[in-house]
């Protein structure tokens, strides 16, 4: 990375996280930290993974944090700003986010108003419109196999032809980084209130096959960088000919 692309990329963090001020001092500070810190943010810029004028939906949106960096991507490209070693920038994409935790809706409300349609529901029950795009970031280890298997089949109908899911699960293969991920995601859930279960996790080659299953053609890469997990980030295409199948 140049210092010019450090430089832009601390410059889109910190537009992104601004708007989150009107949301409270803890919301603002923890959209700087996960923005700047968590390497799937960048990395979906950095590759293009959203497109310019998509329509976006994620899943388990928390409180916006991948719509508002949207939002700054747009203003940054429309200002001339915009590294030329990077993808072409996500101009105009709009983000439809799902979200259960009341609190995180409240905050992606007050940062984001009209730029994103922000929905308080459970993913399980929710609806999903039409996408480009269909994200889901760290989520699906808090439902059941069966209900990620239903989650996923429901992603990929609400996909368009040529459609793209980008999904970042752990790899339960990897014993230390998914035993550390677990472990944060138990704090989490008692810290939500959503009781002692474990969370679930399939194999990144399970996580594979499910996908090709369901018609996508598949690329994946690690994306735990700088943190102790074991995740991996799964980019499935979905052919057009696949797309109306049954």
């Known amino acids: 990375m140049t210092r010019v692309d450090t430089a832009a990329w ?66 940054a490209s429309r200002r001339g700003v915009w590294p030329s070693s990077w993808a072409n920038a996500p101009v105009d994409a709009h983000v439809t986010g799902i979200e259960l935790m009341p609190h995180d809706v409240a905050r992606a409300r007050g940062a984001l108003g009209p730029a994103a349609d922000i929905v308080c529901a459970d993913m399980r029950l929710s609806a999903f419109p039409r996408a480009d795009t269909v994200v889901m970031l ?64 399939r194999s990144r080659a399970e996580w594979h096959a499910c996908l090709v299953a369901l018609g996508f053609e598949v ?7 700088g943190t102790p997990f074991a995740n991996v980030l799964f980019v499935g295409t979905l052919p057009p000919s696949a797309a109306r199948a049954p």
Not at 17 to 45: M, Q
Not at 219 to 225: F, L, N, W
């Open 10 to 75: 601390l410059s889109l963090v910190a537009a992104a996280s601004a708007p989150y001020a009107r949301s409270g001092r803890f919301a603002r500070h923890f959209a700087r930290g996960k923005l700047r810190w968590d390497p799937v943010f960048r990395h979906l810029i950095d590759r293009g993974l959203i497109a310019p004028r998509a329509r976006v939906l994620d899943i388990g949106c928390g409180q916006g944090l991948l719509a508002s960096l949207l939002v700054a991507a747009g203003t």
């Open 219 to 225: 690329a994946s890469e690690s994306m735990h960088r």
């Open 138 to 201: 760290d989520v699906l280890h808090y439902v059941s196999l069966r209900e990620q298997d239903e989650l996923l089949g429901r992603a990929r109908n609400a996909l368009v032809d040529g459609g793209r899911l980008v999904l970042r699960v752990g790899d339960s293969a990897s014993r230390f980084g998914f035993a550390a991920s677990q472990w944060v995601d138990r704090v989490v859930m008692l810290m939500r209130g959503r009781g002692r279960r474990a969370p679930t996790g």
